[in-house]
């Protein structure tokens, strides 16, 4: 089964950085597209980005394109995404997960049709 986490959350001032890392410790994910997530309390998770199987494309979605990049290291079963510009409404637990669809599928930004979740990471954006 494989085991996801997500490590490098923390707390920043706002026009600062982060950079999040998505390991998968357990049984190597089939995946095509990989992605990450974000989620408020009491509100509903949401799609951030997603990158291609090979790391050469990737999606974002629009309050974060500019500002935040995604990318993949297969050989490492590792994902990262570089959080740069943050702005206090970026506070969330950010999530990874990954799906057998393709990027590019409209259903890869719904966080329902995801198996697997792991341990998130807290990101916190001060004013």
């Known amino acids: 089964q494989a085991q996801l986490r997500v490590s490098g959350g923390g707390l920043v001032q706002a026009g600062g950085s982060l950079r999040l890392t998505c390991t998968n410790s357990?049984?190597?994910?089939?995946?095509?597209?990989m992605s990450w997530f974000r989620q408020v309390p009491g509100k509903e998770r949401e799609y951030v980005a997603a990158?291609?199987?090979?790391?050469?494309?990737?999606d974002y979605v629009d309050f974060v394109k500019g500002r935040f990049t995604i990318s993949r290291d297969s050989a490492k079963n590792t994902m990262y995404l570089q959080m740069d510009n943050l702005k206090p409404e970026d506070t969330a637990v950010y999530y990874c997960?990954?799906?057998?669809?393709?990027?590019?599928?409209?259903?890869?930004?719904?966080?329902?049709?995801?198996?697997?979740w792991g341990q998130g990471a807290q990101v916190t954006v001060s004013s």
């Open positions: 357990g049984r190597t994910l089939p995946a095509n597209t």
């Open positions: 997960s990954a799906t057998l669809l393709s990027l590019g599928q409209p259903a890869v930004r719904n966080w329902k049709i995801y198996g697997s």
């Open positions: 990158v291609s199987r090979n790391g050469g494309s990737a």
